[in-house]
């Protein structure tokens, strides 16, 4: 199993990215998916999170401005970032809690290679 993650970049304070993630390998069932973002000299932090039922919370500081979405039969999520701002920099991360086909086997946290993105004038 694996997260493959694509669409970081640079771009302009007031611009928009699109990032997503997908999920492949041996899977038997995907829970929660979504987004966690770290900055230079600060912790990992939750930006967004989405259930298979399309439930979604999101970090105060990106409500209203980042939108999570998932397509659950293509085992993919999604994060539209609107209205950057430079604090919106980071290095972004999916993650998704994934039952691997198996017999017994357990839930797991797996987590994508991570994705510059890049706010700046």
């Known amino acids: 199993v694996q997260l493959q993650a694509s669409g970081g970049g640079l771009v302009q304070p007031g611009g928009s990215l699109r990032l997503s993630c997908a999920a492949s390998g041996s899977i038997f069932s995907i829970n929660v998916m979504g987004w966690y973002r770290q900055a230079p000299g600060k912790q990992r932090e939750l930006v967004a999170g989405i259930t298979p039922g399309g439930s979604a919370n999101y970090a105060d500081s990106v409500k209203g401005r980042f939108t999570i979405s998932r397509d659950n039969a293509k085992n993919t999520v999604a994060l539209q970032m609107n209205s950057l701002k430079p604090e919106d920099t980071a290095v972004y991360y999916c993650?998704?809690?994934?039952?691997?086909?198996?017999?017994?086997?357990?839930?797991?946290?797996?987590w994508g290679q991570g994705t510059q993105v890049t706010v700046s004038s």
């Open positions: 993650y998704a809690q994934i039952r691997p086909l198996g017999i017994g086997k357990p839930w797991i946290n797996y």
